[in-house]
């Protein structure tokens, strides 16, 4: 089993920036991957941004450029810097882990960007 704690987030204007971080416990060895994913109301949850363990990174289309995932492997930590923030970046997000058992959910953290 794999614990993940978020942590950052917030409200923000438009054009700025945030990041958020997600510290991982437990089974660490049999995480495969880890992602951000969002939820904004009345969306389905999206993909953001992945990052494997061999360190390949993918994005969503709407992030290329301004988002960045990271990780702190001597902090069992995954990050993600998101600049030039818009409103339609305004969401819930989720940290997730792919291990070799179950997928891994953190609590969810929100982000508001205002106009």
């Known amino acids: 089993q794999v614990q993940l704690v978020q942590s950052g987030g917030g409200l923000v204007q438009a054009g700025g920036s945030l990041r958020l971080s997600c510290a991982a416990s437990?089974?660490?060895?049999?995480?495969?991957?880890m992602g951000w994913y969002r939820q904004a109301p009345g969306k389905q949850r999206e993909l953001v941004a992945a990052i494997t363990r061999g360190g390949s990174t993918n994005y969503a289309d709407s992030t290329k450029g301004r988002f960045t995932i990271s990780r702190d492997n001597a902090k069992n930590t995954v990050y993600l810097q998101m600049n030039s923030l818009k409103p339609e970046d305004t969401a819930v997000y989720y940290c997730?882990?792919?291990?070799?058992?179950?997928?891994?959910w953190g609590q969810g953290t929100q982000v508001t960007v205002s106009s």
């Open positions: 997730k882990a792919d291990t070799s058992l179950r997928d891994c």
């Open positions: 437990g089974l660490i060895f049999s995480i495969n991957a």
